[in-house]
């Protein structure tokens, strides 16, 4: 059984402070690892995806992957009020399709 | 450059009717998967089409079936509507063993009475 953890939250952290999002993963098989964000009522969308150890940044966001711990992070620097909406982390294993963790809610407060 | 488009945005239908969604990729990709969201979940992968054919499905009964048409376009169909097929229901699309990223439609919220 493939499974997707991650912290439901809610998670509030103040505008302009580092949100930081946690994701574990079952499958040692997993090879590409996804952050979307998704707002309420609306589709997800691809923040960033990662595949090898180690960090990646893009503009404010930074996925950090660790396969030995099964773990993938999102950091989310200068969080801002329109940051606030449910970020979902996914694994593919391979098999080109997506698995998904149930969410973390994150709130900025203005 | 056109995104993922889906159709329709919402629907109501009633226990034991038929339902079909469809989907039009993005602009350059060949595979559509189809994923269902039920409230507070995150997605689930029903099944991945490419070439006009089911590639993989997941955790679904036959009730769920699909189709891709020649110009990559999908449909979803549910047969046989329970309370607990009311979700959101997703496709996404992505090309086919070059990149691993899926780009999500709008979505079409689907309600069971």
């Known amino acids: 059984q493939k499974e997707v953890e991650q912290n439901s939250g809610p998670l509030s952290v103040p505008e302009g402070a580092i949100a930081s999002l946690n994701c574990t993963y079952s499958d040692r098989g997993s090879q590409s690892f996804f952050w979307y964000r998704q707002y309420s009522g609306k589709s997800p969308e691809l923040i960033m995806f990662?595949?090898?150890?180690g960090d990646k940044e893009d503009g404010r966001f930074t996925a950090q992957l660790n396969k030995a711990s099964q773990y993938v992070s999102l950091l989310i620097r200068d969080s801002q009020p329109s940051d606030s909406a449910t970020y979902l982390c996914a694994v593919n294993t391979g098999a080109n399709n997506l698995f998904f963790g149930t969410g973390t809610r994150l709130t900025v407060i203005p | 450059d056109a995104g993922v488009t889906q159709s329709p945005t919402h629907l109501i239908k009633t226990r034991g009717q038929q339902v079909t969604l469809r989907c039009s990729p993005k602009s350059g990709h060949d595979t559509v998967s189809w994923y269902q969201q039920a409230l507070g979940q995150g997605p689930q992968f029903i099944f991945q089409y490419y070439e006009e054919e089911e590639r993989q499905r997941g955790n679904f009964p036959d009730r769920f079936s699909g189709h891709q048409f020649p110009n990559y376009s999908s449909e979803l169909n549910v047969n046989a509507l329970l309370l607990g097929d009311s979700a959101l229901y997703l496709c996404?699309?992505?090309?086919?063993?070059?990149?691993?990223?899926?780009?999500f439609g709008p979505g079409t919220r689907l309600l069971v009475l």
């Open positions: 990662i595949y090898s150890n």
């Open positions: 996404a699309s992505s090309k086919y063993r070059t990149s691993m990223d899926q780009y």
